[in-house]
């Protein structure tokens, strides 16, 4: 079975930085994209940033903001993505969640309604 684990949340203050971890196991293929997408409080999931595992090509949202301060990576060997974000603002307030699929994110991206297996979420709170 693919599990994702996601944690490295916690609270920083406006401008500070945090490392969120995702650890997968159980996928059959290498041919997989993990995406992070975060949930604010009384909003709808959104994607954040993917990548996959096969080429370590990332994808980002449009959004400026999180592709100016928002940087997604993997580590094959630990089986491991990991989303650092820095100079983060209170809009980041959120609970951030890794997802995964099969075959990428090439025609995908984060919609989120392809991503088949999702993680337990991690909370991030940015005071100010």
């Known amino acids: 079975d693919v599990q994702l684990q996601a944690s490295g949340g916690g609270l920083v203050q406006v401008g500070g930085s945090l490392r969120l971890s995702c650890v997968v196991f159980g996928f059959a293929e290498d041919d997989y994209a993990i995406a992070w997408f975060r949930q604010a409080p009384g909003k709808e999931r959104e994607g954040v940033a993917a990548i996959s595992r096969d080429s370590g090509v990332p994808y980002y949202t449009p959004t400026a903001p999180v592709r100016d301060r928002f940087t997604i990576s993997i580590d094959n060997a630990k089986n491991t993505v990991y989303l650092k974000m820095s100079d983060l603002k209170p809009e980041g307030t959120a609970v951030y969640y890794c997802?995964?699929?099969?075959?990428?994110?090439?025609?995908?991206?984060?919609?989120?309604?392809?991503?088949?297996?999702w993680g337990q979420g991690t909370l991030v709170t940015v005071s100010s």
């Open positions: 997802a995964g699929r099969l075959y990428g994110w090439v025609g995908v991206f984060l919609n989120r309604r392809r991503y088949d297996y």
